[in-house]
């Protein structure tokens, strides 16, 4: 099959001349015992690939990319249960093993055995299933690699989806929609009438803006360095965008909301977006950390206020649920037009067109693009 195969982080922009996903035919075993086959239909190209390409999360190299995506069940190996032939489904990255304590208490998301896996390169099962053309050892990104025609996973990052969502809509669900609507409804629990601020307007970020008016919220700011994202978030939900450059964006938040929002989700990955989130919220409110930078950054937070005025830090991971779960809540909401993530995308990409597709993306002119392994 064809593949998108990355041997080397941190090459230079533009990636249409470096390219970092090498596109060659490579092989795929299986599936095994408790393994699923499935045909990939569409992949979202996520914000949190390109910081991988940039190198600032290491991972095993070579590697097929791509973790957010669906497609059609072909084949199940022994064993698996509760999926057949010929169903739809997304794939999260997020598939716990079912019996560590973190899972055994529904938040499969902070499963150990699994993320080990994943940084190995390995499906959660230990094995390998996919190789190079000679032979050579290929890994499993986040134990789905969906920039390929193919992928063996575990049944775990499989949620069967209703045929009535298009596929490449569907794609959207195993990360910008899991992560975006979760961070909202599961991590910080919005209430109804409180107000928000999103720092960061991509695919996670415009989830949470519609999630935020799902729950609610009287006042949902969107706030960006790009203010040609701004039509998209207010079409889904946001009341106000601010300029995060701007000089007086911290004020300006601050004043709409009468002294700052209860709950600011920052979803960038940006340290500085990080200081703004802590410094637009309210005293007693709080801050959900979504976006994901290099492994070793730190940021500094300031204890006096923290303690006396209350405030809460929460990290949220790919919407701190059961992927499970949700995903179908979230394909209802879909369905019902109350969580419009087809406005999400932009357009749709070939293989020979990903590359390129990270030049656009580093630019910040696209939400998410999707790759159709298979052609339009
Ligand atoms: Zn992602
Ligand atoms: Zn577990």
Known sequence: MTAAVMYEQGL????????????????????????????????????????????????????VGGHEGAGIVREIGRGVTGIAPDDHVAMALVAGCGKCRTCLVGRPGLCQAVSGARAEGSLSTGTRRLRLADGGRLNHYSGISVYAQYAVVAPQSLIKIDDEVP?????????????????????AKVRPGATVAVIG????????????????????????????????????????????????????????????????????????????????????????????????????????????????LRGSFMGGGVPQQDIPKYVDMYLQGRLPVDRLRSEHIGFD????????LHGGGVVRQILLPHGA
């Open 201 to 312: 307007l991509g695919g996670v970020g415009l989830t949470a803006v519609m999630a935020a008016r799902e729950a609610g919220a009287s006042q949902i700011i969107g706030i960006d360095v790009l203010p040609g994202k701004f039509d998209l978030a207010r079409a889904v939900g946001a009341t106000k965008c601010v300029d995060a450059r701007d000089a007086l964006a911290v004020q300006q938040v601050r004043d709409l909301t009468h002294g700052g929002v209860d709950y600011a989700f920052e979803v960038s990955g940006n340290l500085a977006a990080l200081d703004m989130a802590q410094a637009v919220t309210v005293r007693g409110g709080e801050v959900i950390g979504v976006g994901v930078g290099k492994t070793t950054a730190a940021f500094s937070v300031a204890q006096l206020p923290w303690v006396s005025e209350e405030r809460v």
């Open 353 to 360: 067109q990903l590359n390129e597709g990270f030049d656009l």
């Open 12 to 63: 230079p922009a533009p990636y249409a001349e470096s390219k970092p996903f090498k596109i060659e035919e490579v092989e795929l075993d299986g599936p095994g015992e408790g393994e699923v086959l499935v045909e990939i239909r569409g992949a979202g190209i996520c914000h949190s690939d390109l910081s991988v390409v940039e190198g600032l999360r290491k991972r095993p190299l070579p590697i």
């Open 167 to 187: 596929l490449d809509v569907a794609a959207l669900f195993g990360c910008a929609v899991v992560t975006g609507a979760g961070a909202v409804f599961n991590s």
